[in-house]
């Protein structure tokens, strides 16, 4: 149950029940977890919105045949690509996207505004493919990883399809990078058209660690003693916890490190060794993501696959300091507290670089657009002082 308390500074407390875990002879069942609004995380996923929001439009173009579509075609899919201003709006504010030109869509009509991708994406989409080259056994690691951290070593590539944003992944890797890894990959199905699963067929060692044990590796390098893996708590500034909630925290942290890749087919999913694998699970998966965070209905279509269960979105706030739930949105997005320095990441994906490009290409054209606004309104004022010295001779 979750209750929602709002008062004039606009912060907002959920008070989640804890689950039965049972630890040793006492229940934790009655246990409340406070949640504080972290205003630097929040506007972490607010610095993206911009970026994101031109990026669907781009994706709703290039999958069209011919990478071409008539503006009011685009126009109509407005709602589903969660853009409130209309496509000319649009195309006015970020003029580096597209092209806009004359063509019919039938022989006989009457030619319509069409759109097409302008010189400027089309340098830009060169340079991502170039990325995803040089980055493919990364991006080959990451795809194994997500299919060795589940309970069959298999998952429906539809929901593969469905994350490939959060993870960086080409948009035709299932059709062009897996049948280019049949070691590592096996493909059953048509994506799209029905059942269709993607399977791990060799399990590589170099892959089954988690972030957390090759932290505590290194560690262990540096220093020359032996590092227990274990997660990093944080809890964020004005964070208080009660005191039972700090004992049952402190015995949690004390359970041994049970990492993803490990076969966990012999545990009960409410003891809290499975909550300490769970834990686990949600760190590897937000640190295997682009931006280190990702929303919580995408994960909860893998709930099957990686033994979530069906509370699982509350351990992100009885792990305050782990991870951080935030409302932005009006989405609950999972993000890991570790990874951000204020509202910005601290260690940038090697795929997310390309994004940054793409942030740049847009900033340019916003550029062009305020000086080309900054001197039509100059035009204006001159023409505007030309008639009122002429109106005075």
């Not at 690509?81 to 504010?93: A, D, G, H, P």
């Not at 806009?100 to 493919?129: A, C, G, M, N, Q």
């Not at 004390?254 to 012999?266: A, G, K, M, N």
Request: proline content about 5%; hydrophobic content about 40%.
């Amino acid at each position: 149950m979750v209750n929602m308390l709002t008062n004039k500074n606009k912060i907002h407390v959920f008070c989640y029940n804890i689950l039965n875990l049972n630890i040793h002879t006492r229940s934790i069942s009655s246990l409340k977890v406070v949640w504080r609004k972290d205003p630097l995380l929040d506007q972490a996923i607010e610095n993206d919105k911009r970026y994101k929001q031109c990026f669907r439009v781009v994706k709703e173009v290039l999958n069209e045949p011919g990478q071409v579509i008539p503006l009011r075609y685009l126009e109509k899919r407005r709602q589903r690509m969660r853009l409130k201003v209309k496509i000319e709006t649009f195309l006015n504010q970020n003029p580096f996207l597209f092209d806009l030109y004359y063509d019919r869509i039938k022989p006989k009509t009457e030619p319509v505004k069409f759109l097409r991708v302008s010189d400027h994406l089309l340098k830009f989409l060169d340079e991502e493919k170039r990325n995803f080259k040089e980055n493919e056994p990364f991006i080959v690691s990451k795809l194994c990883k997500l299919l060795m951290i589940s309970k069959d070593k298999v998952v429906s590539a539809d929901k593969l399809l469905h994350v490939k944003r959060e993870f960086g992944f080409p948009n035709d890797f299932l059709v062009d990078l897996v049948p280019r890894y049949p070691e590592y990959f096996r493909l059953t199905g048509l994506p799209g058209e029905g059942a269709s699963f993607l399977e791990l067929v060799n399990w590589n060692p170099e892959f089954a660690k988690s972030v957390i044990q090759k932290r505590a590796e290194e560690e262990a390098k540096v220093t020359g003693i032996r590092v227990r893996p274990n997660f990093n708590v944080k809890l964020p500034p004005g964070f208080v916890l009660k005191k039972e909630m700090r004992e049952w925290i402190r015995d949690w942290i004390e359970l041994d490190y049970i990492s993803p890749y490990e076969d966990v087919s012999h545990l009960e999913q409410s003891s809290r060794e499975m909550e300490k694998r769970s834990v686990g699970v949600f760190h590897e998966l937000l640190s295997l993501s682009l931006y280190k965070r990702i929303p919580v209905p995408i994960l909860g279509k893998f709930c099957n696959e990686y033994r979530f269960s069906n509370a699982f979105s509350s351990a992100f706030t009885r792990h305050s300091g782990i991870f951080y739930l935030s409302l932005k949105g009006g989405i609950e997005t999972a993000m890991l507290r570790e990874a951000y320095e204020g509202d910005k990441l601290i260690d940038v994906d090697p795929l997310l670089k390309i994004k940054d490009r793409f942030a740049e290409l847009l900033e340019e054209g916003w550029r062009r657009r305020a000086e080309e606004l900054r001197l039509k309104q100059e035009k204006i004022k001159q023409d505007m002082e030309l008639v009122a010295i002429r109106a005075g001779e």
